[in-house]
Structures are given as C-alpha cells and as structure tokens.
C-alpha cells in the first residue's frame, strides 16, 4: 500500500456521527458528481462504487460489469466442488492467474487494475472481498500503519488472506509465501489479524475511503491541490473513522495553503487554514502555518512599503501577534524606512510615535540615533552640510547624537564653534565619550592650522585630569604635535612661548618640558650647530636649558658637547685664553668626564706654556687652578 502523505499511524475514532457531512466547506468549493453522490448513499452496486472511486466515466461501467460478471461465472465453474476453506484459496490464486499482474506500491484504484494487471495490498484486498462477498463469503479488511489485507469468513472463523501473493490465503508461516511477499512488498513479515493495537478492522466500504484517501496523496505530491483536497474530504464523508483520511486531509488544506502563500495569496490561504482549525482545532501544524501566513503577508507589505497595510493586519488580527512582535515589527518598519525607502523624516515620526507606545524601550533610542546618523549621512553626500548640522543639533540632547554634530563640525573646520559646544558641557557630566570627542577637537585644530584652539583645549582638560586616566596619555601627545607643528610653520619662538605658559599647568610641567626641548632643541639650537655656529649656540643652548629647568636630556647633553667643540675651536684658531675658559667651566661642571679631561690638559699646558711664554703675572694663578682641577 502506498504511503501516504503525513501519515503516521491508523487508529479508530469512535464517533455516533459524520462530522463531515454536517460541515460545510467554505475555503474549496467540494465537487461531487451525480455518480458520486451515489456512492456516497451507497445506492448503486459496490462494484460500480469502486469504479467510480477509481474514477471511471459512467457510460463505460456497462463493460467492466460484463468483465467482472464473466469472472465470476467462470470461478464459480472451477471451484463449486470444492470446499469453503478450499474455494477461498482457490479463487485468490485464480485472480492472480486472470487479473493480478504485477504489483506497483501506488496502484490503488480497481480500474486499473481490470485495464494493467496492476495493483497494491489496497486494490487487490478489495478486488478479493467484492468477489468472495459476491461468492456468499463474509469479508472485512485489516488495517495496518502500512498494509492492508483481507479476512475471510468460513464456518464462524476468519481466516487472513495476504491478496499480495497468490498462496496468500491462510498463509500463515508458508516459506513460499514469506518469499513471494518480500519481493514483492519489501516487507518480511506475512501481517497478521492477531497483530493486536496497531490493527484496525475495516468494512469493504472503507477500502472506497482508502482509494479516495490514497489519491489524495498522489494529488499533492503533484501538486494539484484542488482535486486533492476534494478527494481527501471525500475519504472522510464514506469513512469517518479513518485518522488516514483525516491526516491527508489535513495535509491537503496545509499544502494548498503553503502553495497560496508561495503565490502571494495570503487571504486564501489564512481561509484554507482557519477552516482546518474548524475540523482538526489541536492540529500544530495549521497553527504553524496559519502563523507563517502572517509572517509572509506582513513581509511582502513591508516589501512593499504598506506600512499602514501591515499594522491594519496585525490590528484586524490582535489574537495573532503578541505585543513583543507587534513592537518587532514596528522596529523593522523603521529599518526599513531608512534603509529600503530612504525616508528618514518617515522614520524620526515613527520613532517619535514608537516612544510613546512602548516607552523606556532602549531600543527605541538606538533606533532614532541609527536614523539620526543615516540621514545626516545621507544630507552630507547630496552637499547638504548645513541641513545635516541643523538635524543633529535638533536630537544633540543625547549624548551620542551631540558627539556626532561635533565630528561634523569639526569636519567642516568649525573648531571653535565645536570647542565651545563641548565646553557647555564638559564639567556637567564628564564623560570619556565627550573627553574623546574634545581632544579630536584638538587634533582637528592644528590640521585646521588653529593652534590657539589646541592650546585652549588643553587647558580646558587639565582640571579633568585627576579624573581621568586618558588624559595621561593625550597630554605628553598633544603637547608633542602643538610644538611640532609650530617647528613645521617656522614659528619656534612663538611655540616656546605657548609651551612655557602651559608649563605653569598641574600635570602639564613634565610633558611641556619634552615639547619645549624638543621644539627648542630642532627648531633654534640645530640649525646654529648644523651652520657650527658654536658662539651663538653656545648662548642659544644656555637659554634652552633654562627654559627646560635643566630636565631636558638632550640640551644638557649639546650643551658639553657644544662647549668641547668651541673649546676645541678655540684651541686650533690658537685663542688658548678663550679656550682655557671655556674647559675650565666643562671642569667645575661635569669633572673628569671623557670628553672633557683629555681637552682640558692639552688646552691648559697650551695657554701655560703661552703665559710662561709671555712672563705674564696670572702663570701662577692659572697654574694652581690647573692643579686644583687636575686632582
């Protein structure tokens, strides 16, 4: 028997009544023909019936009335000497040597079984119990989860007959028979009437609901929903106990409505759906589908920018949507107006109404900064500047919004303006946020060649200092670039001056100290020693170092190295007095220093031998000055 759609198990529903016939259809129109609705009533033949099922034209029921008559006839010829229990045997080894072929799993209906030869456990047991029924025999079907066969009453006693195999009468444990029924079946089990739960015993009438039932199936696999769903409810009007018919009729609504829903139905198939749910109200899987429905129809509105259309929908169907999915969807309305349609006053106005629906929602408010930010995005590439700065000087109350106007204007080179927005609220509520966003300002300030912002930005942080450990690292930074770009615009001199004010600042003093010999040292003291100048570097580096307070390596470094060299100088162009001065301060300042030591003997034998030379009155003095620095 073929497998059927959604089927998982057959049981029996007790009811006193048809449900089906009651129920009227209203998301399908039910098609019944005339010859239909006689089967229905049970008002013609069984045979007849089982054509009709099968799906023959009415006119044409006159020859397999005659084919079928004929068959009788001539098993009643070979079986009238025989016994009951012999003649049932027999007969189902005749229709397997006249009728029954071959076996196909998905040939249920009795016309093609007279037209092919072919059938499954379905046609052949029905085959089997019209003829022995018409023979005088007594016949029911069992019904399992995947298998249907016969049962045959002789003498008060039901025999099972497998109408698969021809030996299948009482087969019982017959090899021949085992064999036969797994090629044929794939089983390897004869089933037994004794199976116990899994078996339900069924009347001939319900082999018409399993042929309607088993159609149905084949219809949905090929996806003509209409006559599936028409077929499966029909299952359900000649046999309503059948949980078989019921789940291929609940596939069939399901199916068909999945297919509305590919095609954008949505209406159809939430009709499809909600009238399942009349017939089967505990089914998950309609309720799955029906969610689906809405899910997809509020997608192609959003789709489609019906946004109204799609908050109507979830209104017209409140029970629906919870209220965490009604704000998700808002929230996705929003996205979608910024993204998709690019209306960013559309979305500020749903924003603003969101709020009031669902206040303190925090994703509300990342919501409009995300708006907030595209649409001040979107004005600056159209050249909108200053449309941009108004929008975000409208929402600059919160925080991450005014951090986003003051990198606009600091963009667009307005360095005060920004340093003095920063600066109404830089104490109020310090954050890093706005500490970060005030330091940009002055980096922004020196690319801008606006050093005096810088210079007012720094001393605005200071008293955050303490504070704030961020700032240990910006100010030795700051300062670094603020004497850096005074070297680069040849302003090194003004620079000091800048610097040596801000020394006076707590926490400043180290970091300027580096600024102002580093700028002193490139921009005053280099280019003399790179001229060897040394007379006016020598006085140049004095005045470095004191304007370092003697904490800047580097000076104090040049300034012995600077001396030695005018010494040295001063020693070739034979001015030992000069020199002799000189090494005699690199002496009493820096002692026995390698550089120095070696220097000040030959200078000062050379300027003793010039004063010995000259019979001069300081040979004495410079002499015991000589001895007094050489111990």
């Known amino acids: 028997m073929k497998k059927i759609v959604f089927l998982l198990c057959f049981l029996a529903l007790r009811l006193s009544a048809n449900p089906y016939q009651d129920f009227q259809p209203d998301a399908f129109q039910l098609q019944i023909s005339p010859f239909e ?12 019936q089982a054509l009709i099922v099968s799906g023959i034209q009415f006119s044409d029921i ?16 070979e079986i009238k000497n025989l016994t009951p229990y012999q003649q049932a045997d027999k007969v189902l080894k005749i229709l397997h040597e006249k009728k029954l072929k071959r076996y196909e799993a998905g040939q249920t209906e009795i016309l093609t079984l007279f037209d092919k030869g072919l059938f499954n456990c379905v046609s052949s047991s029905l085959f089997y119990n019209m003829v022995m029924t018409d023979l005088g025999f007594p ?3 069992v019904l ?8 045959i009453n002789i003498d008060n006693k039901w025999y099972d007959a497998e109408t698969t195999v021809a030996p299948g009468f009482d087969a019982g444990s017959k090899k021949e028979v085992l064999d036969d029924f ?19 015993l069924i009347p001939n009438k319900a082999y018409l609901a399993l042929i309607y039932s088993n159609t149905a199936a084949v219809l949905i696999e090929k996806k003509d929903f209409i006559k599936a769903i028409n077929s499966a409810y029909k299952a359900m009007l000649l046999f309503p106990e059948f949980v078989e018919g019921a789940k291929n009729l609940q596939a069939a609504y399901n199916q068909y409505a999945l297919d509305f829903i590919s095609r954008g139905k949505f209406i159809d198939a939430e009709k499809l759906l909600l009238e399942s749910l009349k017939l089967f109200p505990a089914l998950e899987t309609t309720k799955h589908n029906l969610k689906a429905v809405y899910t997809q129809w509020l997608n192609t509105l959003f789709q489609k920018s019906l946004y109204e259309d799609a908050f109507a929908l979830m209104d017209s169907r409140k029970n629906e949507f919870t209220q965490e999915e009604k704000r998700n969807y808002y929230l996705m309305m929003i996205q979608n107006l910024v993204k998709k349609d690019k209306n960013y006053p559309k979305a500020l106005e749903a924003i603003q109404k969101g709020e009031e629906i669902y206040s303190n929602d925090p994703d509300f408010q990342q919501f409009k900064k995300f708006v907030i930010q595209e649409y001040s995005s979107d004005l600056k590439k159209q050249g909108k500047q200053a449309e941009a700065l108004k929008l975000l000087e409208t929402y600059s109350d919160d925080s991450d919004v005014f951090l986003m106007k003051i990198l606009q204007m600091i963009q667009e080179g307005k360095i005060r303006e920004a340093k003095e927005d920063i600066l109404k609220i830089l104490y109020q509520k310090p954050d890093e946020n706005i500490i970060k966003a005030m330091m940009q300002v002055s980096y922004e300030a020196l690319r801008f060649q606006k050093p005096e912002e810088t210079k007012d930005v720094v001393l605005a942080l200071v008293p955050l200092a303490p504070r704030f450990t961020i700032l ?8 670094s670039l603020l004497g850096q770009y005074y070297y680069k615009n040849g302003q090194a001199s003004e620079g000091i001056d800048v610097l040596n004010a801000l020394y006076q600042e707590p926490f400043l003093d180290s970091y300027t100290i580096q ?50 060299n005018l010494g040295a100088q001063y020693y070739q162009e034979k001015e030992y007095a000069k020199a002799y001065q000189i090494y005699v301060k690199l ?3 820096f002692g026995k220093h390698p550089n120095v030591f070696p220097n000040f003997k030959a200078v000062s034998k050379a300027y003793l031998e010039m004063l010995k030379s000259a019979k001069s009155p300081d040979y004495e003095t410079v002499k015991k000055e000589v001895e007094e620095l050489m111990k």
């Open 182 to 200: 797994k090629n044929k079946t794939g089983f390897v089990y004869v089933p037994l009437s004794s199976r116990g739960k899994n078996t339900v």
């Open 62 to 77: 006159p020859k397999y009335q005659k084919d079928y008559e004929t068959l009788l006839e001539s098993i009643g010829k």
């Open 144 to 151: 399992l989860p995947d298998h249907v066969f016969s049962e």
């Open 37 to 48: 609705k006689e089967v229905l009533d049970n008002s013609i033949p069984f045979f007849h």
């Open 472 to 479: 240990k690292q910006y100010f030795p930074n700051i300062l």
């Open 587 to 589: 002496m009493r300042e």
């Open 139 to 141: 016949t029911r079907g």
């Open 515 to 564: 600024a102002i010999g580093d700028l002193y040292y490139n921009g005053i003291l280099y280019p003399l020693l790179k001229q060897k100048n040394y007379e006016q570097a020598a006085k140049a580096v004095n005045r470095g170092i004191e304007l370092t307070r003697k904490k800047y390596p580097m000076l104090l470094d040049t300034y012995r190295n600077l001396y030695i």
